[in-house]
T-cell receptor
Framework: SQTIHQWPATLVQPVGSPLSLECTVEGTSNPNLYWYRQAAGRGLQLLFYSVGIGQISSEVPQNLSASRPQDRQFILSSKKLLLSDSGFYLC????????????FGSGTRLTVV | DQQVKQNSPSLSVQEGRISILNCDYTNSMFDYFLWYKKYPAEGPTFLISISSIKDKNEDGRFTVFLNKSAKHLSLHIVPSQPGDSAVYFCAASAITGNQFYFGTGTSLTVIP
């Protein structure tokens, strides 16, 4: 069966510090991978998605970047965090066929102080 | 521009009654729709889906209705249970697309 791992679960970081969130998927190959953010009182905002190694599409210009160094690994990074980067970050994967929808990770609560 | 909208941020329902959550979309190219349920501090979990070739899909207590002409879908939960209390997101995509577009969510509270 397929599983998705996302860590850490919670993170408190000072403004200006770097960020690295990691997501890995097991039990499948060549998945579509996604990073979403849920800010307080708001819906799910797509940040990045990737259809293959090294292929990253950015949906919202911002202080974050993403990388996919391996087929089942997706990393969300920032060089210098802003207060507005606080939120709940979710990694997700999807099979090639759309009808299966997304499977989400358990999320990371990031608080920038 | 929000292509998928959930205009009710919250909904309260008595246990045993019907919960109706609504979702509207603007992109006529969308032809696949999902509902997700999310508890605090957890990732969303898939609930039910519908494609544009259908107008109704049922799974136990959950039924999704799709009105393509109105660009509207709804999720019915009957009977509602306290464990259904969560935030519900609808999502839509074109079959040729790479991503789903999510609404802003509706927080459902089922009162015992």
């Amino acid at each position: 069966s397929q599983t998705i791992h996302q860590w850490p679960a919670t993170l408190v970081q000072p403004v200006g510090s770097p960020l690295s969130l990691e997501c890995t998927v097991e039990g499948t190959s060549n998945p579509n991978l996604y990073w979403y953010r849920q800010a307080a009182g708001r819906g799910l905002q797509l940040l990045f998605y990737s259809v293959g190694i090294g292929q990253i599409s950015s949906e919202v210009p911002q202080n974050l970047s993403a990388s996919r160094p391996q087929d089942r690994q997706f990393i969300l990074s920032s060089k210098k965090l802003l207060l507005s980067d606080s939120g709940f970050y979710l990694c997700a994967w999807r099979r090639r066929r759309l009808i299966y929808g997304y499977t989400f990770g358990s999320g990371t609560r990031l608080t920038v102080v | 521009d929000q292509q998928v909208k959930q205009n009710s941020p919250s909904l309260s329902v008595q246990e045993g009654r019907i919960s109706i959550l609504n979702c509207d979309y603007t992109n006529s190219m969308f032809d696949y729709f999902l509902w997700y349920k999310k508890y605090p501090a957890e990732g969303p979990t898939f609930l039910i889906s519908i494609s544009s070739i259908k107008d109704k899909n049922e799974d136990g207590r959950f039924t999704v209705f799709l009105n393509k002409s109105a660009k509207h879908l709804s999720l019915h939960i009957v009977p509602s249970q306290p464990g259904d209390s969560a935030v519900y997101f609808c999502a839509a995509s074109a079959i040729t697309g790479n991503q789903f577009y999510f609404g802003t969510g509706t927080s459902l509270t089922v009162i015992p």
